[in-house]
Every structure is written in structure tokens, then in C-alpha cells.
């Protein structure tokens, strides 16, 4: 039973980083990391140490998912020229 709550919350955890940083917006992605943090560190513990464990797993998912890079693009146009560019927004 230990090995399948290990292998669940190992699972949860590397999930924060990628669910987390599917928004360009950082405070979304800090919430997500939030509640799948509280939500991997809820299956560990028993008692008050679940309860330390899920505000821990909140408090790291939150910083995780609040720094997971933006990958969204933008397209410019030189307004002189009338080339256009990509860009991060």
C-alpha cells in the first residue's frame, strides 16, 4: 500500500510542472500548483502530518507552477517596414 501512495504522489508531483505552466498567466498557474500540490500531499501522512503534508505540497506546488516559463508567441508588425516578427509576449 506504501509503494502505490509513493508512486501516486511521485506521479502528482511531476504532473505540477507540466499542468501548472499551461496559462500565460503566472497567478492560474501558481493556483494549479497549488491544488495539485495540496492534492499529491494529502495521499501522504496521517492525521495532523497530513495536514502539514498538504499545505507543504500547496505551498510547493504553488511556487513551482508560479515559475513555469511562458511559451506563448506573438506576431509583430513593423508599422515602417511591414515585416512582421514572433516574439514572446
Same mark, same amino acid.
Given at each position: 500500500?506504501?509503494?502505490?501512495?509513493?508512486?501516486?504522489?511521485?506521479?502528482?508531483?511531476?504532473?505540477?510542472?507540466?499542468?501548472?505552466?499551461?496559462?500565460?498567466?503566472q @497567478?492560474?498557474?501558481?493556483?494549479?500548483?497549488? !491544488?495539485? %500540490? #495540496? /492534492?499529491? +500531499?494529502? &495521499? $501522504? *501522512?496521517? @492525521?495532523?502530518?497530513?495536514?502539514?503534508?498538504? !499545505?507543504a %505540497? #500547496? /505551498?510547493? +506546488?504553488? &511556487? $513551482? *507552477?508560479?515559475?513555469?516559463?511562458?511559451?506563448?508567441?506573438?506576431?509583430?508588425?513593423?508599422?515602417?517596414?511591414? &515585416?512582421?516578427?514572433?516574439?514572446?509576449?
Open positions: 500500500m506504501m509503494i502505490k501512495v509513493a508512486g501516486l504522489t511521485v506521479f502528482m508531483l511531476a504532473s505540477i510542472g507540466m499542468v501548472s505552466g499551461c496559462s500565460d498567466n @497567478g492560474v498557474n501558481a493556483g494549479t500548483g497549488a !491544488l495539485l %500540490g #495540496a /492534492a499529491a +500531499g494529502s &495521499q $501522504v *501522512g496521517k @492525521g495532523s502530518g497530513r495536514t502539514a503534508a498538504t !499545505l %505540497g #500547496a /505551498a510547493i +506546488g504553488a &511556487q $513551482v *507552477g508560479a515559475n513555469q516559463p511562458t511559451t506563448r508567441m506573438c506576431t509583430y508588425r513593423n508599422t515602417q517596414t511591414g &515585416q512582421t516578427y514572433q516574439a514572446a509576449c
